[in-house]
């Protein structure tokens, strides 16, 4: 999770699973899911060393999250 003022960066990978999922009409499918209970986070902060681990980390994971976010929005 990025903070809108691009300073801290809480990251956390998900365990991805394959389960059934019942849908809305009652049909059940295969649905791929997250697992992001339990899942180990850390904490990175940008600070006024911009070749700090944790501000390439913050600058990175903002660049990594605007791209998917722009190519995202003109899908569809």
Known sequence: ??????????????????????????????ALDVLGYGAALTHHLKDSDPTSPGSVFVHDMQKWFDSVWDLLATQG
Do not use: A, S
């Open 1 to 30: 999770m990025l903070k809108p003022n691009g300073t801290e960066v809480l990251h956390g990978l998900y365990d991805f699973v394959e389960r059934p999922v019942v849908i809305e009409n009652g049909d059940v499918i295969e």
